[in-house]
């Protein structure tokens, strides 16, 4: 018995088409990833198998006494707690019961009349607590907060004074610690380190449990699924077997499915010109009037879906500023007087590009973010040459998400005609009704690319990017390297994806 089964679901978003006819089962125990491109309806289909929205047609069935757990759920949280006391939250129903037990003891103390049957009580508790692992308790949440890059200082740290990375990864460890029956992550891995990454790689892997996953990191798949789903033209296709089995497969689906659809277009072309010529004769009116009900019984394939259009990104280079764009001098960071880092030296030269390296709450966002002087050092200098003029993409930048990508554009430009809007959307794929859809009812990657839209109207000589990937698909990933690798200037990149920055930077600093 399945899980979870999604029956025929069909869905409209503001008038266009998400689903057609969507159907999809987990079943015990399988290791599930969805992936599509942006805006193909993945978040908004794991928003529908949790019951925070409805299909227009069609049903969401989750098996009697089935457990699942949502990471956007966590959200919700009490934000004043200590990490620590957030995650063995948990375990409260265990707490409670070793509370029972001790009470029990001590009354078995005080009244020895009643000494044998209270303290069977107490032993029949403690046998649960034995049962449910409650006494290595202690080491399990260590092992994950560990693996997740917490140390002793963060875990009695408010989730409200933590990195909003550091934040989500606490509430991804407490997905983890319930263990429910079908864990769903919608990408899990965008503010996770690679270590990291690796860490959630191994621990799913091993899950004996059924999890459903939403990511575009291809490595991280590689390592943990064994079904794909791939949701594309309204439809979803499940695939048994590892990534690249379903990569290679799916290859060989398309290409046989536009063979046999060129082959049907032939057919119907073929009997619609026969009906055309015989229909009006009455000599063969009759035979033309019986291929027009055969046709008429013909299941019509739907054309190929096309190649969403390319996505190119594009940074202007303004002008040549010198030969050491940056120089980075004994520099110390941090807050409060209190250094995150031993002090930071280097060069950048011209044209190089470099990647900054690091875990979570190292400091790397806090060494940008004390460069372009948001926050000021707490010793050291930092010199760009004169004349330096800094393209920044923020992972953290505030946006009014009930902002249009085009009222976002119009609002940073506003000199700029509905021409050269639309131009600049178009070119980072954000086209048609896209560009007029309030930014909150988007996909994370369509919003991204949003941004980067408002980057490619920015003449700049210096780039520098913080977790630029976080949500985008391949294809816009390979647009982003292409248009990095093609700047002139200078290039700060802060990332945690090794498959994207590898063979683009001349070198890596590791914090």
């Known amino acids: 018995m399945a899980l979870l089964e999604l029956d025929n679901i069909q869905f409209n978003y503001s008038d266009k088409e998400l689903y057609r006819s969507v159907s999809m089962k987990i079943n015990p125990g399988e290791h599930c990833c969805l992936v599509g491109v942006n805006g193909s309806g993945k978040t908004t289909l794991l928003s529908m198998i949790v019951g925070d929205i409805y299909p227009d047609q069609g049903r969401v069935i989750w098996e009697n006494g089935v457990s699942f757990s949502y990471l956007d759920q966590q959200l919700k949280v009490a934000n004043d707690m200590p990490v620590s006391a957030y995650l063995y939250g948990v375990y409260d129903d265990l707490f409670k019961k070793e509370k029972a037990m001790e009470a029990l003891y001590q009354k078995a103390a005080d009244n020895p009349d009643e000494f044998e049957s209270i303290l069977t009580k107490a032993t029949r508790i403690q046998d649960e607590l034995d049962n449910a692992g409650f006494y290595a308790l202690q080491e399990k949440v260590g092992r994950l907060s560990d693996g997740l890059g917490f140390d002793k200082e963060k875990m009695e740290t408010p989730l409200h004074l933590l990195s909003s990375g550091q934040r989500e990864k606490a509430y991804l460890a407490k997905m983890l610690l319930e263990e429910k029956d079908v864990l769903i992550m919608d990408e899990p891995t965008n503010f996770l380190d690679q270590g990291q990454v690796n860490w959630l790689s191994s621990y799913l892997k091993g899950y004996p449990k059924a999890f459903l996953v939403v990511s575009h990191d291809q490595e991280f798949l590689r390592a943990i699924a064994d079904v794909v789903f791939v949701l594309e033209n309204q439809t979803l296709t499940r695939y048994k077997g590892n990534y690249d089995y379903f990569l290679s497969q799916h290859a060989l689906d398309k290409a046989q499915y536009e063979k046999d659809y060129i082959a049907q277009q032939r057919y119907i072309k073929k009997e619609e010109v026969f009906i055309a010529k015989h229909i009006v004769r009455a000599t063969s009116s009759r035979a033309a009037k019986s291929h027009r009900a055969r046709l008429s019984h013909v299941e019509r394939m739907e054309a190929p879906g096309k190649e969403e259009g390319r996505v190119h990104f594009s940074f202007p280079f303004t002008h040549d500023v010198g030969e050491r764009p940056l120089l980075v001098d004994e520099l110390e960071i941090g807050y409060n007087g209190k250094a995150l880092l031993s002090p930071i030296s280097f060069t950048l030269l011209r044209g190089k590009k470099i990647a900054i390296l690091g875990q979570n709450g190292v400091g790397k966002t806090t060494f940008l973010k004390t460069i372009l002087g948001e926050i000021p050092s707490i010793s050291g200098t930092y010199k760009f040459l004169d004349g330096t003029l800094i393209n920044y993409f923020n992972q953290d930048e505030k946006i009014d998400l009930s902002l249009s990508p085009f009222a976002y554009l119009h609002s940073v430009y506003p000199d700029l005609n509905?021409?050269?809007?639309?131009?600049?959307?178009?070119?980072?794929?954000?086209?048609?009704?896209?560009?007029?859809?309030?930014?909150?009812?988007?996909?994370?990657?369509?919003?991204?690319?949003?941004?980067?839209?408002?980057?490619?109207?920015?003449?700049?000589?210096?780039?520098?990017?913080?977790?630029?990937?976080?949500?985008?698909?391949?294809?816009?990933?390979?647009?982003?390297f292409e248009a990095i690798e093609k700047f002139p200037g200078a290039v700060i990149m802060v990332s945690h994806e090794k498959d994207f920055y590898d063979g683009l930077v001349d070198y890596e600093l590791v914090f």
């Open 418 to 480: 509905n021409t050269q809007i639309r131009t600049a959307l178009g070119g980072a794929g954000v086209r048609k009704d896209l560009a007029i859809r309030p930014m909150n009812e988007l996909s994370g990657g369509e919003a991204t690319k949003a941004r980067f839209a408002v980057m490619s109207l920015k003449k700049s000589n210096f780039l520098i990017f913080d977790e630029p990937t976080n949500h985008l698909d391949q294809k816009a990933k390979d647009a982003l």
